[in-house]
C-alpha cells in the first residue's frame, strides 16, 4: 500500500471516528426520531382545520420542528458515514486491482518458463547441462518452486477476484442505501419547510388572542395553587412530629416500596401509553406572551383524546378530590413518593385502594376546542417536587 493510499485511509477514518455512532446506533435514533414525530403528526392531524388553533398545537409543532431538524442531522450523518464507506471499499478495491496486476505479470513468467518445460529435450538440457550436480538439484528445486509458485498465484488472483467482487457488490448495495437516504432526507427537509411557515402563522394567529391566553393562564396559575395546597395538606396530615423533625412514618413494605421506587429512576413507564411533553417542569418563559414566565410542578403530557391514565408505580391510592380547571385528581403514594395524575375525566380507583404498575386508575379529560387530552403529572418526594422527566423512560 503506497503513502497517499495511506494517508487517504488515515482521513477516512478520523472522518468516520468524528461522526461518533455505528450504522446501527445512526439508525436506531432516527427510527426513535421517527416514532417520536408520528405522535406528533397523529397529535395533530385532527386538528388541522380547526379555526382557533390552541397554544398545545403550536408546542406540538415546534416540537415535530425539533424533531425533523434532528432527523436531518442523523440522516446527514448516516450518509456520511456511507461515503466514507463507500470510499474506504473503493480504496481496496484499486489496491486488490494493483496487487492483481502484479501477480499476473510474474504468473505470466512463471507460464511462460512452464511453457517452455513442456518440451522434455529442453527440460532435460536445463538440468543436464549444469556444471556440476548441486546446480542440477537447484534446478531441479526451482521448477518445482515455480509449478507451486504458479498453482499458488492462481489461486491467489482467484481470491482477489472474488473479493473483488464482493466489495463491488457491497459498493453497490450501499450506493442504493444512500440513495434511499437522499430520498429521504429531501422528504423530511421539504416537510421542515412546511412547518417553519405553519408556526410562523399560529404564532401571528395566537398573539391576535392575547387576552384569550392571559386568562387561561390566570386560571391555570389558580388551578395549579390549589392542587400544590391539596398536596402539603395530604403531605401535613400524614406528617409524624417529633422533637427530631418531622418524617412520614412508613411500615416495612412501604420502606421496601419506597427504595423500589427510588431505583427505578429513569426507567418509569409513562403515565399515558403515547404522548408528547408539551410543558416541562420549572419556570419557562410564555411560548407566547412577551415578558411573562410560567411555573409548572410537574409536566403536561399532551395525547390522544379518551386516552387512558395509569398509575407508574405500585402503591396506595391517598386522594381523590375535584378541582376547577383540573377536573378530577389522584394521588398515589409509593412510600416517600407521591405520584399525582391531574385532568381525569372519569376515576377508576378507591381512596385507600393498592395499585400495581401500569394499572389503569382513570381516562382524561377530552377537551373538544382543542382536540386533545391532557394530563397534568407530578412527583414528589416528601414535600419536595422533583422533575418527572429525570424519572420516566425516554421511550413511549
Known sequence: ???????????????????????????KSRNRLQEEINQANELLKNISQKKDRSLEALIILR????????????????????????????????????????????????????FKMKNSYYKSMYIYGS????????????????????????????????????????????????????IMLD????????????????????????????????????????????????????????????YYEMTPEEKELSRNFD???????????????????????????????????????TTTPNSYVRSVFDGTVKNIFVIPGLNKVVIIRHGKFLTVYSNLEEVYVKQGQNVQTKERIGKLFYDQKSDFSILKFQIWHENQKLNPEEWITRLK
Open 1 to 27: 500500500m503506497n503513502k497517499s493510499t495511506i494517508l487517504v485511509l488515515i482521513f477516512i477514518i478520523s472522518k468516520s471516528f468524528l461522526v461518533g455512532q455505528t450504522k446501527n446506533e445512526l439508525e
Open 63 to 114: 416540537q415535530r420542528i425539533d424533531l425533523r431538524q434532528e432527523n436531518i442531522s442523523q440522516i446527514k450523518k448516516e450518509i456520511s458515514l456511507l461515503d466514507n464507506q463507500i470510499e474506504y471499499l473503493r480504496l481496496n478495491i484499486d489496491e486488490n486491482e494493483i496487487l492483481i496486476g502484479t501477480i499476473r505479470k510474474s504468473y505470466e513468467k512463471d507460464i511462460l518458463i512452464a
Open 131 to 182: 556444471e556440476n550436480l548441486n546446480v542440477a538439484l537447484r534446478r531441479i528445486k526451482f521448477l518445482s518452486e515455480i509449478a507451486k509458485s504458479r498453482k499458488e498465484k492462481a489461486r491467489k488472483i482467484e481470491r482477489i477476484k472474488e473479493d473483488l467482487s464482493f466489495k463491488l457488490n457491497q459498493v453497490v448495495a450501499l450506493k442504493d442505501e444512500k440513495n434511499r437516504l437522499l
Open 187 to 246: 422528504y423530511e427537509i421539504k416537510n421542515l419547510t412546511k412547518d417553519l411557515r405553519q408556526q410562523e402563522k399560529e404564532i401571528e394567529d395566537l398573539k391576535k388572542r392575547e387576552i384569550e391566553l392571559k386568562k387561561k393562564l390566570e386560571e391555570k396559575k389558580k388551578a395549579a395553587i390549589q392542587l400544590e395546597k391539596k398536596i402539603r395538606d395530604l403531605i401535613e396530615k400524614e406528617t409524624k412530629v417529633t422533637k427530631n423533625g418531622a
Open 263 to 301: 431505583s427505578n429512576k429513569g426507567k418509569l413507564p409513562w403515565p399515558t401509553e403515547r404522548g408528547m411533553i408539551t410543558e416541562q417542569f420549572g419556570i419557562h418563559n410564555h411560548p407566547i406572551l412577551k415578558n411573562i414566565q410560567t411555573r409548572n410542578d410537574g409536566v403536561d403530557i
